[in-house]
């Protein structure tokens, strides 16, 4: 039992970070129809920003605050020089665009950075709480809080302000959102600000738990997306609920299994989701206009 | 004169340029770089006909090109099998792994085919790494020689080790290259690329798209498959990086650069990605940087690849 | 036995019923018009007919079979072809390779023939490449053959559609405003082939706009407005009917008459 209790812990730590980074897809999918593959790089920068800074002596949230911040305005740039400029192009071409992204802040974070692998100190210290016979680390409930926070935080934001209700609005249909007069390419810049930054914090939370290094990007994408495919690609809640089952699938998969193979246990989901319910857990099914 | 087709005048092209370029080869360690490009161009050639003429992508063919390798490692030692008998074996996997893997997924749009695949080739590359009694581990696994040369030797053909491979992934390439160019003309070809246009009207016309798709989503990965097998015979040595994902985003790139739209420009992306860290060593560091650049730069500025925009800046048609 | 049967046909998006109870017949060799204004729910109930939408309610049945939300391409085996409102041509083929696709039901076969060029590949690829250049010589676009289709006229695009569409020799064919967009010219010529079409045997479901070419090449008329039917029957009958000068007109009693 303790056991389990353990798994569900680590499951659930991770499964936070999977719902970060399911969120930031979902954002802007709804803003663009555009899925970033370069969302998980996102988590990176944040993670290797902050080292770094870190490592140079500033101090620990001002390190964080920047490596937000900065990953924010990367996001910006890669809406603006790459994503803007191929409106309107097939979906096989954005996706290169996004993965020509993703590799090129994968080189070039091995080049500004380094190829080893980072991490540093957990915000509230190291000394593991206990929980019915488990333990788990005070970072956890920092990277559980962070996720259900961000949660709560873009649901104020789209049901409540007047600017989330215009991203709303753009997500739904492009053209009438344009008509009454929101500037849809802002909403666009937005969204990848909104995106990166909730990446990047993801990447600042975890980093302490799950190290950070230039090529860690790909795997947090990949299962992000496995956790918003299996939510139901384009809902926020879907996004929230599938990121936690990814995270808990894989650490029941570590902990029974084999903790080989738990990496394929997000790849195993996409597959079984595509099978059977290509449409998600809150999904609803679209229809294609002629 | 009659007038030559398009798909006579490529491989009279590929052929030109297979056997008069060894003429200025300034050392034998070009035969090398020759073949690789050949390899590569016999990958990127089965991603043509599922990007070029399906408008399909994956990003997980490395995936193929592992499983390719690995049979022409394993499957000598431990089924007794012949090398080149590996090659079919391991072609046949690929196919029916390509089979079922995008059984599911061919249904669905874009996006879907892209991370299913993405995380096919990492699971591939995982099993590799992993399962070390079998593979070696991340250190890789000897290959066995395909006797091919000797036996050319035995016929009075004696060739160097580098320019048997040139020459025989040569011959590998025009075949892959004579495929894809039936395929292109076929009434399947014409289906692939109808669905690429527009699949509601593909449909309307009776095409089965999801199964098309798979046809060609299989045949590509046995174009993968082989490819990998033929850099497997030819270094008789492979390691997991021949499933990684950055080898699955170099074919990719490497077909759109030249043109996934044309074989032969698809072969000429595969050359220049080859030749380029070849030419600038110095590039080692900045190769991830420099793929993910072209990447974005040529589906922004040069969404046809370069080649296609260099024949059209020739004809000096303007369009 | 009637070809083709819609009967009570209805779906809804989003909780707005954009069609609803929709019923009527396609004879062999009939042209049966579908008119009403704008938003009525004409190409939702076209996208209905031919599978592209899954109906929400009601039966469609070809030639005595159910064929409710079926795949449009196994329709098209049924003998139901369509064109589109905003043309869905292959635009990257050339307009003989465009025409050459309709035939695709016929020239298919097996794969490995195909890459490997074998003679029956070859002949499939040469019949059907006849039937394609006798068609396009029907609809005048055969010096455009080896032209790539992007870089037609809109009107000539919308030939080539029909043209393409004609290539399965269906039983009913479905024309999504084929003469929009075209001048008087390109619009009597698309006339005279749809009449031509129907007298060779093949039904004809018509959407279109321009009510004097649908005053005088239809057989039967269906009007539409707010998803449902307001009436139908012959041209003259149906241009008499008040309920349907309402609608166009968009008075109170219109809005009334769509109860």
Not at chain 1, 270 to 279: A, D, E, S
Not at chain 2, 181 to 204: C, D, M
Request: glycine share 12%; hydrophobic share 50%.
């Amino acid at each position: 039992m303790s056991e389990f209790l353990q798994f569900l812990f680590s499951g659930v730590t991770v499964g936070a970070v999977y719902a970060l980074v399911a969120l930031g897809f979902t954002i802007i999918y709804n803003a663009s129809d555009v899925v970033n593959f370069a969302q998980g790089e996102f988590v990176m920068l944040g993670g290797m920003i902050t080292w770094f800074a870190h490592a140079a002596g500033l101090p620990l949230p001002l390190a964080a605050l920047i490596a937000i911040v900065a990953t924010a305005a990367l996001g910006v740039a890669i809406n603006k020089l790459a994503i803007e400029p191929a409106r309107g192009a097939p979906v096989v071409s954005l996706i290169i665009i996004t993965i020509g992204a993703s590799v090129f802040l994968q080189g070039a974070a091995q080049l500004v950075f380094d190829k080893q692998i980072h991490s540093f100190p957990a915000f509230s210290g190291d000394r593991p709480l206990r929980i019915g016979g488990a333990t788990i680390q005070p970072q956890s409930l920092w990277v559980i809080g962070g996720a259900l926070v961000v949660f709560a935080g873009l649901w104020l934001f789209f049901t409540r302000t007047l600017l989330g209700r215009a991203v709303l609005a753009t997500s739904n249909n492009r053209l009438a959102a344009q008509l009454v007069g929101i500037n849809t390419n802002f909403v666009m810049t937005l969204s990848f600000a909104l995106s990166a930054g909730i990446g990047a914090l993801a990447g600042v939370l975890a980093t302490p738990i799950t190290l950070t290094a230039y090529n860690v990007g790909i795997g947090f994408a990949l299962k992000g997306f496995a956790g918003a495919m299996l939510g139901g690609m384009g809902n926020p809640k879907g996004a929230l609920a599938g990121g936690f089952l990814i995270g808990l699938i894989e650490a029941l998969t570590a902990g029974y299994l084999s903790s080989t193979y738990k990496e394929a246990a997000a790849f195993v989901v996409i597959l079984l989701v595509l099978f059977f319910m290509p449409q998600g857990l809150f999904g609803r099914k679209s229809t294609e206009r002629v | 004169m009659p007038k030559l087709s398009a798909k006579s005048a490529t491989l009279l092209v590929l052929a030109a340029l297979i056997a008069v370029t060894p003429f200025f080869f300034p050392s034998g360690y070009y035969y090398r770089v020759g073949a690789l490009i050949f390899v590569n161009g016999l990958a990127v050639t089965g991603i043509v006909i599922l990007t070029g003429y399906a408008g399909q992508i994956s990003l997980g063919h490395a995936g193929f090109a592992g499983i390719g390798g690995y049979a022409c490692a394993l499957a000598p030692t431990h089924l007794g099998l012949h090398p080149s008998l590996a090659v079919v074996l391991g072609a046949a996997i690929s196919a029916v792994l390509a089979w079922l893997v995008g059984r599911p997924i061919l249904r669905l749009k874009g996006y879907y085919l892209a991370v299913a695949t993405l995380g096919f080739g990492i699971l591939v590359a995982m099993v590799l790494n992993n399962e070390r009694a079998l593979t070696g581990g991340p250190d890789g696994i000897a290959v066995p020689d395909l006797g091919l040369r000797g036996l050319l030797k035995d016929w009075g053909l004696e060739l160097t080790n580098g320019q048997f491979w040139y020459f025989f992934c040569g011959l590998v390439l025009l075949a892959g290259a004579w495929i894809a160019l039936n395929l292109h003309q076929s009434p399947t070809g014409r289906a692939l690329r109808a669905l690429h246009g527009s699949e509601i009207a593909a449909r309307t016309v009776g095409v089965d798209v999801a199964r098309l798709k798979l046809q060609a989503f299989v045949i590509s990965a046995v174009y993968a498959s082989v490819a990998g097998s033929l850099v497997a015979l030819q270094n008789k040595f492979i390691t997991p990086d021949v499933a990684g994902f950055m080898h699955s985003i170099e074919m990719v790139t490497m077909a759109v650069l030249g043109g996934a739209g044309s074989v032969l420009g698809a072969i000429f992306g595969a050359g220049v990605l080859t030749l380029l860290p070849q030419a600038l060593t110095v590039l080692a560091e900045y190769e991830q940087l420099v793929l993910g650049l072209v990447m974005m730069l040529v589906m922004i500025f040069l969404r046809d690849g370069l080649l296609p925009s260099i024949l059209r800046k020739l004809r000096g048609t303007g369009e | 036995m009637t070809l083709l049967s819609v009967e009570g046909l209805g779906i809804t998006f989003g909780g707005l019923k954009a069609v609803n109870d929709v019923s009527f017949k396609v004879e062999p060799g009939e042209i049966v018009s579908v008119i009403g204004p704008n938003g009525a729910g004409k190409t939702t109930l076209f996208n209905m007919i031919s599978g592209i939408y899954q109906p929400g309610a009601g039966r469609v049945v070809l030639k005595g079979e159910d064929v409710t939300g079926m795949r449009p391409d196994l329709l098209a085996r049924r003998g139901m072809s369509r064109t589109f409102q905003n043309l869905q041509i292959f635009q990257a083929m050339t307009v003989l390779e465009n025409a050459i696709s309709g035939f695709h039901l016929r020239e298919k076969g097996p794969v490995l023939a195909d890459l490997l060029n074998l003679p029956a590949s070859r002949r499939r690829s040469r019949e059907a490449r006849e039937g394609a250049l006798a068609l396009l010589a029907r609809v005048g676009l055969d010096r455009a053959a080896d032209r790539e289709a992007g870089n037609l006229s809109y009107g000539s695009l919308k030939r080539l559609e029909i043209a393409r569409a004609l290539a399965m020799n269906p039983a009913v064919l479905l024309l999504d405003e084929p003469a929009a967009g075209c001048n008087a010219v390109e619009t009597e010529e698309i006339d005279h082939l749809i009449a031509e079409v129907a007298a060779s045997g093949t039904a004809i479901l018509l959407v279109e706009h321009d009510m004097k070419m649908v005053m005088r090449i239809s057989n039967h008329i269906v009007v539409l407005d707010h998803g449902e039917k307001i009436a139908e029957g012959a041209p003259a009958e149906v241009s008499r009917n008040p309920a349907v000068i309402a609608a166009y007109l968009g008075t109170e009693e219109g809005a009334d008459a769509d109860g």
